[in-house]
C-alpha cells in the first residue's frame, strides 16, 4: 500500500510511468513494483478524475473471514482434548463442525501437540514432568 500512495503523490506531480518506476527503484530497491504493476497503478490513479479521488486503500473483501479460529471454538477444542487426550484431529474436527485444516489451526493456536496418540501441552510445567 506504500507503494501505491507513493505512486499517486508522483502521478498527481505530473510524473511519467518510467520515472516513477526508476525513483521507486532508486529508494525501494528490490522491494519495489516491477514496470509492469507500477504502471499499472500510474494508469489507474491517473484515471481517477479529479484530484484526490482515487483512493490507494484496500478494498475490503466480501465472503468467510480468513481464519475460523475463534474463542468458542477455542474453549470448545480445550474442552474437548482435555477430556480425551486421544482424540484424533479427524474426530475433533466433526465434533467442532470445521475442516480437517480448521481443527488443526484451532489446535495449533491452544499450542498442544501430538506425543504418541495423546495430546498434550506444547510448554511442560513442573507437574507435567513429575507425572
Request: proline share 4%.
Amino acid at each position: 500500500q506504500k507503494h501505491r500512495a507513493v505512486i499517486k503523490f508522483l502521478v498527481e506531480e505530473g510524473e511519467t510511468p518510467a520515472n516513477i518506476h526508476k525513483r521507486l527503484q532508486n529508494v525501494y530497491k528490490g522491494d519495489s513494483l516491477d514496470y509492469r504493476n507500477g504502471w499499472r497503478w500510474a494508469c489507474c490513479l491517473n484515471e481517477g478524475g479529479e484530484e484526490g479521488t482515487a483512493s490507494v486503500a484496500d478494498k475490503p473483501l466480501a465472503g468467510c473471514p480468513a481464519t475460523s479460529v475463534s474463542p468458542s471454538k477455542k474453549v470448545k477444542a480445550d474442552a474437548l482434548i482435555r477430556s480425551d487426550r486421544r482424540i484424533t484431529l479427524h474426530e475433533l474436527a466433526f465434533e467442532l463442525g470445521e475442516s480437517h485444516s480448521s481443527a488443526h489451526s484451532i489446535v495449533d493456536s491452544l499450542e498442544f501437540s501430538n506425543v504418541c496418540e495423546r495430546w498434550v501441552p506444547k510448554q511442560f510445567t513442573v507437574e507435567h514432568k513429575t507425572e
